[in-house]
Each structure stands twice: as structure tokens, then as C-alpha cells.
């Protein structure tokens, strides 16, 4: 931003390799605990005791006045500064600030999912969805009732959609102790056959799957048992 152009404003005998090494003259910008200013070309620049202190005074872009005081040893480099603003002199932070990296986690698709359900119902009559979590490779047998190895509190979504791609029926909850949860939901009086496709999907902290399968409307029974 400003850097090496603005040394000859009022630049004492600093070296320029001993002024790289003071970190705020390179990214242009002053800190302080809430807020960030921006270094002007009304800048000086002053070594002191052999050149062992590098003394910067100036103005920021936004009007305040300035005056840091950098001990160079070696590689290492310590600098203190305050600024004038608001009637007061309010001191600079020089931590360095390192980039922050948004890590996302993607969840694994192992959580196992078994279901218990009505295959084949007819209009007036209930559908009874049972699901239960397990963790992977705890079940490998696929057993329901299998008394171990089920995950609870894990959020599950039931959508239920008609043959025309419509939402039929939806629901949520979370599942128990015994990794499981209960839905149940009826079918309309006079409703025709039709196939629903009902997708569940199941989700914790750690982990995500989810599984799909269809249920038959046999429409209205007859007295003879059939549908009609």
C-alpha cells in the first residue's frame, strides 16, 4: 500500500532492510483493540540508539496522529504505539494476526437406518412408520430389534409424496433412548390406489443417511377383502 514510495518524506538514516521488518509499515494499516486505521504518506521515520529503535510518527488516512517505537533484535521484531483520537491517546495492538480458516466438516453417510412400516393400507386406515439409528457396523444382521448399538437424539425427517411428486405427508422428531421414533398417519376416506415413495433422513452431530421405500393405497376395501 505505501511501504518503500513514502521514505523520503521525512526519513531520517533507517535502513531499509530494518524497516521491513516492522510488520504495520508493510500491510499499510494501524490497529487497536476495536478498530483498524490506515497510514498516510505524512509519515517520519527516525533510528535511534544506533539504530537499534525505529521511531515512526505520522498521520492516519482518517486524521488521527501517531507515534510507534520498534526494537529491532535480530529477527525479531517488538513494537509500541499509541494513537490520539477522541481527545485521548488510546495504545496500538501489534499482535499478529494470522488468517482465519473456515473448516467444514462433512458429516460421514454411514448411520444405519432400519424401518418397520405398513407395506399395504387401505383408505380409512393408519400407516405405521417405525425407524430406528443405529451406528455403523453395529447391526451388520440389519436386526430391528436388536437391543445395542442404536443411536438417540438424532434428528429424523419423514416426507411422504403422492404419485404426482406432491407432498402427502411430512413429519419430524428425534429419536429416543432406544434410537427410535414412532410416526403414524392416516389414509383419507374413498382415496384411490395409489404408491407413495417416503424418504427419511436422519442426522446427529457426527453423522447423516438417509433411506426410501414405497407404501401401497389399496384404495377402498371391500366387503370381500379386496380392494376396489
Not at 498516510?40 to 533510528?47: A, D, L, M, V, Y
Not at 439409528?133 to 445395542?148: E, I, L, V
Request: avoid cysteine; proline fraction near 2%.
Amino acid at each position: 500500500m505505501i511501504v518503500f514510495g513514502i521514505f523520503g518524506l521525512n526519513f531520517a538514516s533507517a535502513q531499509t532492510d530494518t524497516i521491513t521488518n516492522i510488520d504495520f509499515l508493510q500491510t499499510g494499516t494501524l490497529d487497536t483493540v476495536e478498530s483498524q486505521f490506515h497510514i498516510s504518506n505524512e509519515i517520519s521515520i527516525r533510528e535511534l540508539l544506533n539504530g537499534n529503535i525505529i521511531r515512526v510518527s505520522g498521520l492516519t488516512i482518517e486524521g488521527f496522529p501517531y507515534i510507534t517505537y520498534s526494537k529491532i533484535l535480530e529477527s525479531k521484531t517488538d513494537t509500541h504505539g499509541i494513537i490520539f483520537m477522541d481527545g485521548k491517546f488510546t495504545k496500538l495492538s501489534f499482535e499478529e494476526k494470522t488468517n482465519q480458516e473456515i473448516i467444514r466438516i462433512e458429516k460421514n453417510d454411514e448411520m444405519s437406518i432400519l424401518v418397520q412400516y405398513t407395506q399395504r393400507v387401505y383408505s380409512e386406515n393408519d400407516v405405521q412408520i417405525d425407524i430406528k439409528t443405529f451406528h455403523p457396523g453395529q447391526n451388520t444382521s440389519n436386526d430391528f430389534n436388536q437391543n445395542y448399538g442404536f443411536i438417540s437424539n438424532t434428528n429424523v425427517s419423514v416426507i411422504v409424496l403422492d404419485e404426482d411428486n406432491k407432498e402427502f405427508y411430512s413429519s419430524s422428531g428425534i429419536t429416543n433412548d432406544k434410537g427410535l421414533l414412532e410416526i403414524q398417519f392416516p389414509i383419507p376416506e374413498n382415496y384411490p390406489k395409489q404408491t407413495f415413495e417416503v424418504t427419511i433422513n436422519a442426522e446427529n452431530e457426527n453423522s447423516k443417511s438417509s433411506k426410501t421405500f414405497q407404501i401401497f393405497s389399496l384404495g377402498e376395501e371391500s366387503d370381500d377383502g379386496s380392494s376396489s
